[in-house]
């Protein structure tokens, strides 16, 4: 069974870090560039950071750069999000995605496998 399942969201206050994992079993994960996504109430879901198979090459969004990092350990089929300085407008249900083609991808469409998700919230 293919899955994504993501970990370590919470509630933490503005200026604060934490470090979201994203466990994968079922694939070949080192065939697969990941992705995190995060989705706000009412709003659609965005792309957050990507990074390719090997980890070799990430991107971010604008809205995170110098704050977040994406990472991953393709020894233990995990991808890690570590975001720092948080801000109240980081807050969203998180979710990591994984996508079978080559090169690194803002679209949600562009990525085949999805987590369920992990709630951040950040405090002002």
């Known amino acids: 069974q293919v899955q994504l399942v993501e970990s370590g969201g919470g509630l933490v206050q503005a200026g604060g870090s934490l470090r979201l994992s994203c466990a994968a079993s079922?694939?070949?994960?080192?065939?697969?560039?990941m992705g995190w996504f995060r989705q706000a109430p009412g709003k659609e879901r965005e792309f957050v950071v990507g990074?390719?198979?090997?980890?070799?090459?990430?991107y971010g969004a604008d809205s995170v750069k110098g704050r977040f990092t994406i990472s991953r350990d393709n020894a233990k089929n995990t991808v890690y999000l570590q975001m720092n300085s948080l801000k109240p407008e980081d807050t969203a249900v998180y979710y990591c995605?994984?996508?079978?083609?080559?090169?690194?991808?803002?679209?949600?469409?562009?990525?085949?496998?999805w987590g369920q998700g992990t709630q951040v919230t950040v405090s002002s």
């Open positions: 995605a994984a996508s079978g083609n080559v090169g690194l991808f803002e679209v949600p469409a562009e990525y085949d496998i």
């Open positions: 079922g694939l070949t994960f080192s065939r697969y560039a």
């Open positions: 990074i390719s198979r090997s980890g070799g090459s990430t």
